[in-house]
């Protein structure tokens, strides 16, 4: 699944329009890249936590050449799923019947009178 395809399922499932869920993934998006930059890691219970973590300063080789390059120390995103995640994805556990959204319907269309001709 591809973040339009997220973005689909996502409206279809709360039952708002693309463009809100759009909104609404990116603002979700924009809010784990900040607090992370920051250093704070995001904890969803039941789904997973995404954190920094720093990596140090060590030597390594390029593959093509053999050459041994240095490699500066780096901090980089990590996501832990969580317990129940993992249930999920192994099959241990299963997944509840989809919530159908609440279908927002349009007031219905009053079909216009129809005039019959008179018979004489």
């Known amino acids: 699944m591809n973040k339009a395809e997220l973005i689909v399922e996502l409206a279809s499932k709360t039952g708002t329009s693309k463009s809100a869920a759009g909104d609404a993934l990116e603002a979700f998006i924009d809010i784990v890249h900040r ?11 039941g789904f997973g936590k995404f954190e920094a973590r720093a990596r140090a300063a060590r030597t390594a080789r390029n593959p093509q050449t ?6 500066k120390k780096t901090t980089v995103p990590v996501f832990k799923a969580g317990a129940d995640f993992k249930k999920i994805v192994s099959g241990e556990k299963k997944l509840a019947a989809p919530k159908k959204a609440a279908a927002t319907k349009a ?14």
Do not use: Y
């Open 35 to 45: 607090s992370l930059a920051k250093g704070d890691p995001v904890v969803i219970t």
């Open 66 to 71: 053999g050459a041994i390059v240095q490699v």
């Open 107 to 120: 007031a219905p269309k009053k079909a216009a009178a129809k005039k019959t001709a008179k018979k004489k």
